[in-house]
């Protein structure tokens, strides 16, 4: 693989998330509807897509719409979905060319039949490429997430003691994607906001002030270089300290 060849390439994050924050806020000092900011912040996606994959990262998961954020007004969230939809419909052929695969974590059943129909699509379409796995999370709820695993596993018969950290994780939505190594938060909140509560027991965090439609490629790049520069101990020591 290219990045063992790399020494540089070794510090690189494996899998990448974000809580991309700020779409609001950002329309809001624009004297712009929210719905302007969200249009907005589908460029810097696209921008931080390309630029995850010209880097090597291996999986990006873009933190979409939450299970709470149903709580908006009505119009917001069916202009989301619109939007997404759009979107994904037309990036499909573009992704594919460029070796993406594409796969969606979240609770489907409450969202829009065409948006289902799209996601299911595109992960057919895109299922067998082998470059950068980028990963939605739509309608997602980290703890929804973990009550849906618990549920799987009662459900399957599984004795008490055969229940492992490992048969947990096989059965969260992420179960064949690793945990993300850098969780990246826009717009200058300092939470979690019920995203991948169980997988980032050992990710490293990167705030940033800058809100989700401003963020650019180069700060993406600062954020995977503040990650280089961490040490990761996993609860163990490393060089004496
Ligand atoms: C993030 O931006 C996008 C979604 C949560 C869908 P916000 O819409 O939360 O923007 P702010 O936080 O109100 O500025
Ligand atoms: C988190 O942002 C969800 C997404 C980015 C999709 P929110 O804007 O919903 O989070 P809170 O409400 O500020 O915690
Ligand atoms: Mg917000």
């Given amino acids: 693989m290219k990045r063992e060849k ?29 719905i302007e900011g ?20 291996k999986c990006l998961t873009l933190y979409s719409f939450s299970t709470e954020n149903w709580k908006r007004p009505r119009v917001e969230v069916e202009f989301l979905f619109r939007l997404m939809e759009h979107r994904l419909r037309t990036e499909c052929k573009n992704l594919c060319k460029n070796n993406v695969k594409v796969n969606f974590i979240g609770r489907r059943g409450q969202l829009p039949q065409v948006l289902k129909k799209t996601m299911a699509d595109i992960e057919k379409m895109t299922g067998k490429n ?10 997602y709820g980290s703890r929804q997430e973990i009550t849906d695993a618990v549920k799987k596993i009662v459900r399957s018969g599984v004795p008490e003691k055969d229940v492992t950290e490992e048969l947990i994780e096989k059965n969260l939505y992420t179960g064949k994607i690793p945990p993300p190594d850098l969780i990246i938060r826009t717009s200058g909140e300092k939470r979690i906001s019920n995203f991948l509560l169980w997988q980032a027991a050992y990710a490293e965090f990167y705030f940033t002030p800058v809100l989700w439609p401003d963020f650019g490629e180069e700060d993406f790049l600062k954020a995977v270089g503040a990650y280089g520069r961490r040490k990761r101990r996993f609860g163990g020591i490393k060089n004496g300290n």
């Fill in 6 to 34: 790399n020494k540089k390439k070794e510090i690189m994050p494996v899998h990448i998330a974000i809580v991309m924050d700020g779409n609001g806020r950002w329309a809001q000092k624009k004297n712009l509807p929210r």
């Fill in 38 to 57: 969200h249009r907005a912040g589908l460029e810097s996606v696209r921008k931080i897509v390309k630029a995850a994959d010209k880097c090597g990262v």
């Fill in 130 to 139: 082998t470059g950068l796995n980028l990963v939605f999370a739509i309608n």
